[in-house]
């Protein structure tokens, strides 16, 4: 038990160390990772789209602000080609802001299991990884729905867009639920993930060596 105790307070005393750590560093790396988030998940859905980004610019509210049109002249119910250029305000600042939290549990986990090393790398390489495709998923079905949200005011995008599937309904409750609930418990969930994938190998490892061992034959 005191064992148990105390592996749990070392754990605990790594996390904020690592805490501290990631804060500071994370206040110097916010705006870079933010943006190149954005710009990635707005060009992905606007290719879909065949939507074409014109400017981007960061705000002082910490927000994204993107001049978007369409890439190709579309015919009016006029009969005229038009194009629309409109502007999508994006905030990622509510789903990222659990990051300094997750890197440092998933550091700090990592730092106490008894592993190897290079499994200790493969972790904190994959936490990373699941940690930007979060990020990067959720704030693609944000841009996908502001999109659809666009073309909706706007009869022009609304011709240009007529072919595409536009389910902004389901697109909505998803983002909604991917900012609201996995950006929050995003820490525990990568932590977990991490953990058990790491003691699946330890256990995958030892089958493997009991299994390579030769058996005495039994009289």
């Given at each position: 038990?005191?064992?148990?105790?105390?592996?749990?307070?070392?754990?605990?005393?790594?996390?904020?160390?690592?805490?501290?750590?990631?804060?500071?560093?994370?206040?110097?790396?916010?705006?870079?990772?933010?943006?190149?988030?954005?710009?990635?998940?707005?060009?992905?859905?606007?290719?879909?789209?065949?939507?074409?980004?014109?400017?981007?610019?960061?705000?002082?509210?910490?927000?994204?602000?993107?001049?978007?049109?369409?890439?190709?002249?579309?015919?009016?119910?006029?009969?005229?080609?038009?194009?629309?250029?409109?502007?999508?305000?994006?905030?990622?600042?509510?789903?990222?802001?659990?990051v300094p939290m997750t890197l440092a549990l998933l550091l700090a986990i990592i730092t106490t299991l008894k592993t190897?090393?290079?499994?200790?790398?493969?972790?904190?390489?994959?936490?990373?990884?699941?940690?930007?495709?979060?990020?990067?998923?959720?704030?693609?079905?944000?841009?996908?729905?502001?999109?659809?949200?666009?073309?909706?005011?706007?009869?022009?995008?609304?011709?240009?867009?007529?072919?595409?599937?536009?389910?902004?309904?389901?697109?909505?409750?998803?983002?909604?639920?991917?900012?609201?609930?996995?950006?929050?418990?995003?820490?525990?969930?990568?932590?977990?993930?991490?953990?058990?994938?790491?003691?699946?190998?330890?256990?995958?490892?030892?089958?493997?060596?009991?299994?390579?061992?030769?058996?005495?034959?039994?009289?």
């Amino acid at each position: 038990m005191n064992t148990k105790i105390g592996s749990m307070f070392k754990l605990f005393g790594f996390f904020l160390l690592f805490y501290l750590i990631c804060l500071a560093m994370w206040l110097s790396l916010k705006a870079p990772y933010q943006s190149v988030i954005n710009t990635v998940a707005f060009k992905t859905s606007a290719w879909i789209y065949d939507i074409k980004m014109l400017n981007i610019e960061q705000l002082s509210d910490q927000t994204t602000l993107i001049t978007a049109t369409n890439s190709y002249a579309s015919i009016d119910l006029d009969g005229k080609d038009s194009r629309v250029v409109f502007d999508i305000t994006l905030d990622i600042d509510a789903i990222t802001f659990n990051v300094p939290m997750t890197l440092a549990l998933l550091l700090a986990i990592i730092t106490t299991l008894k592993t190897t090393k290079k499994q200790k790398v493969d972790a904190l390489i994959n936490g990373m990884a699941l940690l930007a495709a979060l990020h990067f998923v959720t704030m693609f079905i944000v841009c996908i729905s502001l999109i659809i949200g666009v073309a909706e005011q706007s009869d022009a995008l609304s011709t240009y867009l007529q072919h595409r599937w536009m389910p902004r309904e389901l697109l909505i409750n998803l983002g909604s639920f991917l900012s609201s609930y996995a950006a929050r418990f995003e820490p525990f969930l990568i932590a977990v993930l991490i953990w058990w994938s790491i003691k699946s190998k330890e256990e995958q490892g030892v089958q493997a060596t009991s299994a390579s061992e030769p058996k005495l034959p039994s009289f």
